[in-house]
T-cell receptor
Framework: SQQGEEDPQALSIQEGENATMNCSYK?????LQWYRQNSGRGLVHLIL?????REKHSGRLRVTLDTSKKSSSLLITASRAADTASYFC???????????????FGEGTQLTVNP | DGGITQSPKYLFRKEGQNVTLSCEQN?????MYWYRQDPGQGLRLIYY???????QKGDIAEGYSVSREKKESFPLTVTSAQKNPTAFYLC??????????????FGSGTRLTVV
């Protein structure tokens, strides 16, 4: 079963606006990761946040993690048309034989940034 | 440049045939993974391997088989027992021994269609 659930399923915004995507998960985690996928391509790792971290930044990306609510958000600021893609959260759950041995992915948010 | 190479990019399978998808990495990563992605959905784990000559079933292993005879290679065979094999298949790797908090590196995928 899918660990993460993204919200919304689809998001359409204008260039320059900010985009916020949310992810909820069910079990305790070691870390949570966000990935991007352009249509018909492989996934690209964007950012990883550990369970003891609450916020992390990378360029125009800002990720927050609330382990008490088992939720995370990804904010893309000043969006560009080239940001159009699907965005997935993935969780590395606690209690696995070796941390990082398997990620569980959500179903993704399709972001469209209109020029 | 280091990376993961999946081949072929497109593959067509007749009913009752076995087909093998190739995945090769030159990143010196210990762990390798196979995921399946259906249209508009997230990734589901088929098989994974954390070390040579060892692999574990994921969430949807039925109808698939793998081998890990070399660190660099993790081929996936889709057998005739897989009743609905049409999907996008993604291979990934991770530096397990040192990569507890690193993301996965993905290949560009193989699109398999049953004809």
């Amino acid at each position: 079963s899918q660990q993460g659930e993204e919200d919304p399923q689809a998001l359409s915004i204008q260039e320059g606006e900010n985009a916020t995507m949310n992810c909820s998960y069910k079990t305790s985690i070691n870390n949570l990761q966000w990935y991007r996928q352009n249509s018909g391509r492989g996934l690209v790792h964007l950012i990883l946040i550990r369970s003891n971290e609450r916020e992390k930044h990378s360029g125009r990306l800002r990720v927050t993690l609330d382990t008490s609510k088992k939720s995370s958000s990804l904010l893309i600021t000043a969006s560009r048309a080239a940001d159009t893609a699907s965005y997935f959260c993935a969780t590395d759950a606690l209690g696995q034989e070796t941390s990082g041995s398997r990620l569980t992915f959500g179903e993704g948010t399709q972001l469209t940034v209109n020029p | 440049d280091g990376g993961i190479t999946q081949s072929p990019k497109y593959l067509f399978r007749k009913e009752g045939q076995n087909v093998t998808l190739s995945c090769e990495q030159n990143l010196n990563h210990d762990a390798m993974y196979w995921y399946r992605q259906d249209p508009g959905q997230g990734l589901r784990l088929i098989y994974y391997s954390q070390i040579v000559n060892d692999f574990q079933k994921g969430d949807i292993a039925e109808g698939y088989s793998v081998s890990r005879e070399k660190k660099e290679s993790f081929p996936l065979t889709v057998t005739s027992a897989q009743k609905n094999p049409t999907a996008f298949y993604l291979c990934a790797s991770n530096a397990r021994l040192t990569g507890r908090n690193y993301g996965y590196t993905f290949g560009s995928g193989t699109r398999l269609t049953v004809v």
